[in-house]
């Protein structure tokens, strides 16, 4: 049995569920993108097939691992070996034409738009595969993602994860949507009446729907056993397999699917990922951000000016802007620690976004998306990620929800009052006690321990004024004022130690502002004591073993990894002295730390 399943509901559209019970720390998915591009000051560090850093091939300048056409490319000696090469996809996406005739240095966007363009011409069974799977990648009887679909009776035929038809007798692609929607709690209709989720699809019940599942079933056992299975080398690790016969697999749009018992069918590990070009037009698009709206024309306009053939290969200007706000709105960053580059992953646009996730998403050497259970999560329950900064206050997440997303959060964190009385708390100036609001004076806050009541007004200038210091501290340490930005950063510090609770967000970002600007400016005491600051906001918001624990784990880890290097720094700087060897041992401690939290969450061998 698989670890999760794909399921559908009217409140929550299509969404993944536990099949059984997981334990924190279980490995839920990997995904490989349906398309991918470094950035450009990435392309020479890293190769384009595979992801992987190879600052050593790079040192020696080997002609024979760079593009011998553009000379901006590298390609490791598995990717330039494989049977489908990333070096010939690079050739026939026009991408090497590209960055031959270019000088620029900002070619992300236009290289992943030849890439996708690449991926709909040659269709998802041409792509290479990846040796890591989904829950379900076979099923033999999917959902088309996107209406209309043409119904099809030819058992050879079967559709996989998405709808993307696969030909089992090597002939033609053809679009297929057999199989019926099946209710989400275990019920029956009747007989002749449609799916409550308004697809037209004739529901079965009884003897007649036991028979045709029957038939489904064994039309998807031949059809399994003469697929042909790539890439058999797989991560030790990989934890999903496909589903079980029970499970439901519903598309966003019309139609739906029953999975067959795949798992004594092949070897589902050993199965590729193959998202669909359905998968990706059914991906949702636009943006109530006006500035998000006019970039994603800018570079539409500017990608059809650099290469037209993206125009004719997508369908028109008018599809690639919106397949460009596709790419805005849905594609994830490449990268851990730092960001090398973009993927597109559709199965992974599946997880539904809570303020309080019980999973968290990263990726493998290979840039292949992860999710990872960050706590326990009962079987039945849904799994979830956090698309946004978890530790904003509530007005602030509904904020960035509804422009980047256009969508409103209704999770428990967000329709919980008491949620955010910390994030966004306030302290008496006298007894440092938490305020509360007054009942008895609207639009004041009281201390509860020595009656002090303060206008709501007055404390939420105190917040704008920190706000506003440390946005200025992060625009002078962006332009490399080090110095300035310390000392606006300690002016928000100052500010909001008088009104703000110690773990409020504003007082957050004004640590994180000291301790990046005491780092630079060499002084490495201060930056210790200002990102274990960071890490008391992380473990009292964000509690072991409380309703919010691991919804910020993976910041928490890179916070242990940042004070690690920074008392490493602090003990060179007082070698001489006689703390050198506490704040050595201290040093180690928290690499230990950090290492223990990154194999929990990213694995052994990332």
């Known amino acids: 049995m698989s670890t999760v ?41 890293f190769c384009s097939g595979c992801f992987q850093p190879s600052f050593a091939e790079v040192r020696r300048v080997s002609r024979s691992n760079i593009c011998p056409e553009c000379r901006r490319v590298f390609f490791c000696k598995e990717c330039r070996q494989a049977t489908e090469s990333p070096a010939a996809a690079h050739a026939d996406s026009g991408e090497c034409a590209l960055l031959r005739r270019t000088t620029r240095s900002d070619t992300l966007h236009v290289r992943f738009l030849l890439r996708l363009a690449r991926f709909r011409a040659r269709g998802s069974s041409a792509r290479r595969a990846q040796p890591y799977i989904t829950l379900s990648d076979l099923t033999p009887a999917g959902p088309r993602a996107t209406p209309p679909a043409v119904a099809s009776d030819d058992p050879s035929r079967i559709v996989t994860h998405g709808g993307s038809p696969t030909p089992t007798d090597g002939g033609t692609l053809e679009p297929t949507d057999v199989g019926s929607c099946e209710p989400t709690d275990g019920g029956t209709r009747d007989a002749g009446s449609t799916c409550e989720r308004g697809c037209g699809t004739p529901q079965k019940n009884g003897a007649a729907a036991a028979d045709q599942d029957d038939g489904d079933r064994t039309a998807a056992s031949d059809a399994l056993s003469r697929l042909s299975l790539r890439n058999a080398a797989v991560d030790s690790d990989a934890a999903c397999t496909a589903d079980s016969a029970d499970a439901d ?58 290469c037209p053939q993206i125009g004719e290969q997508l369908g028109g200007a008018a599809a690639v802007e919106r397949l460009v706000q596709v790419m805005v709105r849905n594609a994830h960053e490449i990268g851990h620690p730092h960001r090398i580059g973009i993927g597109l992953f559709p199965t992974g646009a599946v997880f539904n976004h809570d303020c309080r996730p019980n999973a968290v998403f990263f990726h493998d050497n290979s840039g292949c998306l992860c999710f990872r259970a960050v706590r326990d999560i009962p079987a039945g329950a849904e799994i979830c990620s956090a698309y946004i900064d978890p530790y904003q206050p509530t007005r ?11 969508f409103v959060c209704r999770c428990e964190r967000c329709l919980d009052p008491d949620s955010d009385r910390y994030v966004s708390g306030f302290v008496c100036p006298k007894c440092r006690a938490l305020l ?16 002090v009541w303060i206008e709501r007004a007055k404390l939420g200038e105190a917040e704008a004024t920190v706000l506003k210091y440390q946005d200025a501290a992060v625009e002078a340490s962006n332009r490399g004022s080090y110095t300035d930005a310390m000392s606006l950063a300690t002016q928000a510090f100052t500010v909001g130690s008088k009104w703000l609770h110690p773990w409020h967000h504003a007082m957050l970002g004004a640590y994180q502002c000291i301790a990046v600007s005491a780092e630079e400016t060499g002084q490495p005491a201060v930056s210790v004591a200002f990102i274990r600051r960071q890490l008391d906001c992380l473990h009292g918001v964000f509690a072991a073993g409380g309703p919010h624990s691991g919804c910020c784990l993976l910041a928490e880890t890179k916070k242990w990894h940042q004070l690690a290097l920074a008392l490493q720094q602090h003990a060179q700087q007082a070698a001489q002295s006689s703390d050198a060897s506490t704040i050595i041992t201290e040093s180690l401690k928290a690499f230990e730390t950090a290492l223990e939290k990154f194999k929990f969450l990213l694995g052994q061998q990332h």
């Open 396 to 406: 602030l997440r509904q904020r960035e929800l509804q422009a980047r997303y256009a």
């Open 249 to 306: 697999v519903t598309a966003r749009g019309p139609g739906a699917a029953r999975i067959a018992p795949v798992s004594s069918l092949i070897d589902v590990e050993r199965t590729p990922v193959c998202d669909s070009w359905d998968d990706v037009m059914a991906l949702e698009a636009g943006t109530n951000d006006p500035h998000t709206l006019r970039m994603c024309v800018e570079i539409s306009r500017a990608a059809l000016l650099e």
């Open 5 to 45: 399943s794909l399921r559908c509901s009217k409140e929550r559209g299509r969404h993944f569920a536990a099949s059984q019970f997981l334990a924190a720390g279980t490995l839920l998915l990997r995904i490989s993108p349906v398309a991918s591009s470094l950035l450009d000051e990435e392309l020479t560090r």
């Open 436 to 451: 509360a609001p007054d009942h008895e004076r609207p639009g004041t806050l009281s201390c509860t321990q020595c009656g």
